[in-house]
């Protein structure tokens, strides 16, 4: 269950970074821009992620049952 988050601190972090190194985001922005982006990436890994592969999946694996 944690793998999903911590796989997520990268792309926040690179593109934070990127966009203050390039002055596109003022310093007083990074801790919020960091975090928002972070659980954006978070929840699509933790909620969207599992609906997808369900669905493309079929029925008889999202549930847990079959072969």
């Known amino acids: 269950m944690l793998a999903g988050p911590l796989a997520c601190l ?3 972090s690179v593109g934070v970074a990127t ?4 002055d596109l985001m003022p310093g007083d922005e990074l801790q919020n821009s960091w ?3 972070w659980i954006g990436d ?10 997808l592969f ?7 694996r999202c549930g ?3 072969a």
Do not use: E, F, Q
Not at 19 to 22: A, C, E, F, T, V
Not at 42 to 51: D, W
Not at 54 to 60: E, K, S, V
């Open 10 to 12: 990268t792309a926040p």
């Open 19 to 22: 966009l203050y190194g390039l």
């Open 35 to 37: 975090r928002n982006w």
């Open 42 to 51: 978070s929840l699509g890994v933790m909620v969207i992620a599992p609906l």
């Open 54 to 60: 369900c669905a493309c999946g079929g029925r008889r």
């Open 64 to 66: 847990g049952r079959g």
